[in-house]
């Protein structure tokens, strides 16, 4: 049986048009959907992607043993921005297409990415999980406007990251090697982490970025300086954080995304780091409008090969 497989676990089908809806039966495709409601393992991912002809992925691990394993298919349309755990070269080579669908993710991420420096820098977390215990004290914070954020990568979530913080009177200084001219101040990483009072992290993840933020690096950070990370587990360096918040080298970390998810290390002991549970793009309109694109480019793909 030939399906149509959505692995991620929050997918609405209400966001698939009744043409497309009624095209892809029509042609004996099934429409699947996750039924672990989380993300898969590879084996999962092996075992649902059988008789797959197109896929509508989350952050599923789609490496190259989990490609070869689906023959019949066509086309990966990532909800979301990443493509990080898509194997891109094993796509190319077995003929999957990869789609994503970078633009609508960016206005929810920089506005999460806001949420937890304002919640880090006024302790809002902190305080509430006190005044649940029974301690009712309130504590001074900072003003953001007072601020120098450093923001490493300069695309569409950075950029609407440095237009927020600016309306907010912070200064920003900006570090991405392939950007030119961004209309902002451009410093090298090392004068960044040097002098920001907070560093924000809006890059993808590669084998290159891996621990981006290292023990060296971290070291190099302005004494008291808050982490935030909104982009992608594997960029921070989770033992060297953990060591620089220990210390007190560091004054916070607010973070979405980890290494391991769902998440559960030692971390989660400390009063200074914020987390969330990887939900930078979980807005409601963010999500529709990103599944609607994600399941009109599949549709419109396997129709452009015949499959439809």
Request: with cysteine; aromatic share 4%; hydrophobic share 45%.
């Amino acid at each position: 049986m030939k399906t149509l497989f959505i692995s991620t676990s929050s997918f609405d089908l209400a966001n698939f048009s009744p043409r497309d809806v009624d095209d892809v039966r029509r042609a004996g495709i099934t429409i699947a959907t996750n039924p672990h409601g989380r993300k898969l393992s590879e084996d999962e991912a092996v075992a649902l992607l059988n008789g797959a002809v197109g896929l509508i992925a989350g952050l599923e691990p789609l490496n190259a043993r989990v490609l070869r394993s689906a023959p019949t298919l066509r086309g990966i349309a990532r909800v979301g921005i990443g493509l990080d755990t898509v194997d891109l070269s094993a796509a190319a080579e077995l003929g999957i297409h990869v789609m994503n669908t970078p633009e609508p993710p960016a206005q929810a991420v920089a506005e999460l990415t806001m949420g937890h420096i304002l919640g880090m820098l006024r302790h809002i977390a902190r305080v509430d999980r006190a005044i649940r215990a029974g301690n009712w004290k309130g504590e001074f914070g900072a003003l953001l406007a007072s601020k120098t954020v450093g923001i490493i990568g300069y695309g569409r979530i950075g950029r609407r990251v440095a237009t927020l913080l600016e309306a907010f009177g912070a200064e920003v200084i900006v570090h991405d090697p392939h950007v030119m001219d961004a209309g902002a101040t451009l410093v090298s990483l090392d004068e960044l982490l040097s002098t920001s009072d907070i560093v924000t992290l809006h890059v993808p993840y590669s084998s290159e970025n891996h621990h981006l933020l290292n023990q060296q690096r971290i070291a190099m950070m302005k004494p008291g300086a808050i982490i935030v990370n909104i982009a992608r587990g594997g960029l921070i360096d989770e033992v060297a954080l953990a060591n620089a918040l220990q210390s007190g080298a560091l004054a916070g970390a607010a973070l979405d995304c980890f290494e391991d998810e769902p998440y559960s290390g030692p971390l989660t002991s400390f009063n200074n780091v914020q987390m969330t549970a990887h939900m930078g793009t979980y807005a409601i309109e963010t999500r529709g409008q990103m599944e609607r694109q994600a399941a009109a480019q599949l549709v419109e793909h396997l129709r452009s090969i015949g499959e439809i």
